[in-house]
């Protein structure tokens, strides 16, 4: 396997007459996280849409783990998203509600067959590692809290070993105690597993506390990257500075109008 | 586990099966047909087919409801009849929905091309009248039993493929159904286990309606002559039978039709009772606000309003949801309330807005604002002008199909009543107030046409455009971006200065509430479990309940400073 887990040059996505990415170019070496930053609109999310393979790319090439997205067939991306895992935003749509906990996990696991007795073991092992237990996989995603949901969406994403994950704003829909929780665990099982990992979220302040790097998405444009440190200390494009600004908790923060 | 389990226990999922009258009465008249269809033609056949009686009777002791021209007893045909009758009528409703719910499903989970293809032609189907297409497809097979259940269940499919089309077009495009997909579930299994799951209770009610449908339409084709032949019978050859002697003898045609009534109606009942079994809120009692009288915790003469005690329960479990819960606001304060969800803050704001959920009852020892009781009765107008709100989300919180001028000058226009130019001028002045591009035209736009941020800025200048004494804002940035949610307290700031309206300001971030409010009370499990005066010099040293530390720790900050000088960007 090469360092570089991904490495995006010059793609651009449109959606109709919509140009939704223009001449996005990042590298990820294996073992790091990539922040992306930017509001609704700017892309953050069509850019994750590509790496799965499920967006259209007008030009650019994007190679992940290997492969090559954009000349993949069908049989190719179907075994690539096997190494490949999505975390999505919302703890309260992710989840089917008819089916248990125990079922969605083993469905990652074997997607074809989904038997819960085949796989307990490895279902209970990872609820137990995103701080749930191991008994549980009997429940209902309705007896469950949206920050325990979530625990249960990152177990799925987690327990086939992918090489790749990608996490979608996967805090936005909590309150900020659970999110903190979810950050943390995180941030450890990044650290124990080496995972490599993009950070999508709007929010700079988050994603601070997980990412290596950061990249600042503004309408479809990348208009800043580089190492955590770098950008936040010495943001060098208006609109870095003007997100940094609006954390509340930021020393630039103030509401004079 | 920290995590606030109980709150978000109701939400979204199976719920406890709430059984009520129509679905136990429905059931019960389900169950009487059921054992008739199988009784009757074991043991009445021979009075039902026998012939040899006297011929046309009226309704006599041995023959309640007659006889036909051929003598035989009416009554024992009818309940023999309904054997054949229900049977059509289920096998033709089993096979209409299983073909129809496969397309509906199946459709939504082709690929794009196939699927637009399979929605046109789904919506050209059901543009033929369900009878007509049943008389053609009969028309064309031929008389006889088989030919009509297969006529009538061809019929149906249309319209059972567009209804599950419409509960499959949701559930395929929810995040559990995209990410099986992305795993590599092939697409019938996630038809049998995400899809066909997730719309059992619709698709029950809807097959309930459908058999009471095919029951009518299938003893009409037999009441034509294209069903049931001779020596077969079912309740539509009896009506058709009974029809030619209905001026001599009317009582031969009251047992098919009575029968054909009491079975449609329970299928109906039951699918009613379905219906309201899956509806949360159809046992749910209405919301209460009662005084009690007792020791007034807040003293506070020049507040603009007074909450003393505010207590809410749930009404069918008793749960407490906020317990003894008093505060007060001076005009132009703004007064945050901070919390996760589940803590009681938005119901608590709900008591004060008078806006309590079905199925809770809350009550307190005072509740005034400006001088009005809430607690007693308020004309609707006096609490129009004194209060008003923002939302959370002010993509659901606006109509799609009406343009903004109208709906956001309801309570203007309704409540206060002026005149529609009159409302629309002050809506106008709000809109520049509030600094929204081209306030001329987005009085006549529709909420698509403006962006998240948009939208909560157009909702805050409806909100005072009756000059309220007090603002309730729910979590009015929780929906948007960070720098969207920066313009949009800058604003509701800015508003409060200059207008002088007090604020109650709901949200579960202490970051935000600490940048705009001048005091804060915090929330957990119902309770005020601090009060913070001075928002200002809040931090770890300053609050004293651990809950307050455990807020502000989790309260993400970016932790390098930033220059300064870059201060001025949004204006």
Same mark, same amino acid.
């Given at each position: ?22 001449d ?7 073992g790091?996280?990539?922040?992306v ?14 790496l ?26 179907r ?34 067959r989904a ?11 990872w609820?137990e ?7 549980m996989?009997?429940r209902?995603p309705?007896?469950?809290? *949206? ?5 249960i969406?990152?177990?799925r994403?987690?327990?086939i070993?992918?090489h ?29 597993l080496?995972l490599t990992?993009m ?20 309408q ?7 190492p955590?440190e ?15 600004e609006?954390d509340?908790?930021?020393?630039g923060?103030?509401?004079? *109008? | ?5 109980t ?11 709430a ?16 054992i ?20 046309n009777?009226g309704?006599?002791?041995?023959h309640p ?8 007893d009416m009554l024992?045909?009818?309940l023999v ?12 409703t089993?096979?209409?929905a ?12 082709a ?7 399979g ?5 050209f ?6 009878m ?10 031929g ?30 495009s929810?995040?559990?159904v995209?990410?099986?997909?992305l ?16 719309m ?32 077969a ?37 039951v ?7 899956a ?18 915790a ?16 749930h ?12 505060f ?8 945050g ?5 589940g ?6 704001a ?18 005034q ?11 609707e ?26 709906q ?13 130019r009159?409302?629309?001028g ?11 591009t081209?306030?001329?035209g ?37 929906a948007?971006?960070?720098t ?17 309206t007090a604020?109650?300001f ?5 970051g ?15 309770r ?5 005066d001075?928002v ?7 609050v ?27 204006a």
């Open positions: 396997m090469s360092a570089s887990m991904v490495r995006v040059e010059g793609l651009d996505v449109r959606y109709g007459s919509a140009h939704v990415l223009r996005v170019s990042f590298e990820l070496a294996a790091r996280t990539v922040g930053v930017g509001e609704s609109g700017s892309g953050k999310s069509t850019l994750a849409k590509v799965v393979g499920t967006a259209p790319i007008a030009s650019g090439s994007v190679e992940v783990d290997g492969v090559d997205v954009a000349s993949a067939d069908r049989a190719a991306l075994t690539y998203r096997r190494r490949i895992q999505m975390i999505p935003q919302d703890p309260f749509s992710s989840l089917s509600p008819r089916r248990t906990i125990g079922q969605t996990l083993a469905e990652a696991i074997d997607p074809v038997r819960v007795t085949e796989h307990e073991e490895r279902i209970g092992g609820l590692r995103v701080g749930l237990q191991a008994d996989l009997h209902y309705h007896e469950f809290s *949206g920050g325990q949901r979530q625990r969406a990152i177990a994403g987690l327990i070993d992918p790749f994950v990608i996490a979608d704003e996967i805090t936005s829909a909590l309150d900020v105690s659970v999110q903190a929780q979810i950050l943390e665990l995180l941030a450890e099982i990044k650290a124990s080496g990992m950070f999508i979220s709007h929010n700079l302040a988050v994603v601070q506390r997980v990412s290596d790097e950061v990249i600042v998405l503004f479809g444009e990348v208009v800043e990257s580089g955590v770098r950008i936040y200390a010495d943001p060098q494009h208006w609109y870095t500075r003007r997100l940094l609006a509340p908790g930021s020393a923060f103030s509401l004079a *109008g | 586990m920290a995590d606030p389990t709150a978000v226990r109701a939400a979204g999922g199976p719920r406890t099966f059984w009520n009258p129509a679905l136990v009465v429905g059931l019960v008249m389900l169950g009487v047909i059921a008739v269809a199988i009784v009757a033609p074991l043991t009445m056949s021979g009075q039902a087919t026998g012939i040899g009686g006297t011929p009777l309704s006599a002791p041995e409801l007659g006889t036909d021209t051929l003598g035989r024992a045909r009818t009849a309904s054997q054949a009758t229900v049977l059509m009528a289920a096998i033709a089993g096979l209409s299983a073909a129809g719910i496969a397309f509906g499903v199946a459709v939504w989970l690929p794009r091309r196939i699927r637009e293809i929605l046109r032609a789904i919506e189907a059901v543009s033929y009248p369900t007509l297409v049943a008389i053609i497809v009969a028309a064309i097979l008389q006889g039993v088989v030919q009509v259940v297969i006529a009538i269940a061809v019929a149906n499919i249309a319209g059972f493929a567009r209804l599950t089309a419409n509960l499959a077009a949701k559930i395929a929810s995040e559990y995209s990410t099986a997909r795993m590599g579930v092939p697409a019938h299994r996630i038809a049998l286990r995400h899809v066909l799951p997730n059992a209770e619709p698709t029950l009610i809807l097959i309930a309606g459908a058999f009471s449908g095919a029951l009518v339409e299938i003893s009409g084709l037999s009441f034509i002559g294209l069903g049931a032949q001779t020596p019978f079912d309740w539509g050859t009896l009506l058709n039978d009974g029809l030619s002697k209905i001026a001599v003898n009317p009582v031969v045609i009251l047992g098919p039709a009575v029968a054909l009534t009491f079975t449609s109606l329970a299928a109906l009942l699918g009613d009772g379905l219906a309201a079994a509806n949360p809120r159809s046992n749910t009692t209405r919301a209460r606000l009662e005084r009690i009288e007792g020791e007034p807040v003293q506070d003469a020049d507040a603009v309003l007074v909450a003393d005690g505010i207590t809410v329960r009404g069918v479990t008793g749960r407490t949801l906020v317990d003894d819960v008093s007060s606001i001076r005009r132009g304060e703004v007064l309330i901070v919390g996760e969800s803590s009681g803050k938005s119901v608590t709900s008591v004060v807005g008078r806006l309590l959920g079905e199925g809770l009852s809350a009550s307190a020892r005072r509740l604002l400006g001088g009005t009781d809430l607690l007693g009765r308020v004309p107008r006096t609490l129009a002008e004194k209060m008003a709100f923002v939302y959370q989300d002010p993509g659901t919180a606006l109509n799609p199909a009406l343009i903004l001028g109208i956001l000058s309801d309570v203007l226009r309704i409540r206060l009543r002026h005149s529609r009159g409302a629309f002050i809506l106008l002045a709000g809109f520049r107030a509030v600094k929204l081209d306030p001329e987005r009085l006549r736009q529709y909420p698509h046409q403006l962006s998240g941020g948009m939208k909560q800025r157009a909702m805050i200048a409806s909100a005072m455009s009756v000059k309220p004494e007090l603002l309730i804002a729910d979590e009015p940035t929780t948007l971006d960070v969207v949610q920066r313009e949009v307290l800058t604003l509701l700031k800015r508003l409060n200065e200059e207008s002088g604020v109650l709901i949200s579960h971030d202490l935000v509430v600490r940048a705009l409010c001048d005091r804060v009370l915090v929330m957990k499990d119902g005020i479990v601090e009060r913070i001075d200002r010099s809040l931090s770890q040293e300053t004293t309940h651990p809950y307050t530390k455990q807020l502000l720790a989790a309260t993400p900050v970016v932790s390098v400073p930033v220059a300064a000088d870059q201060d001025e960007v949004t």
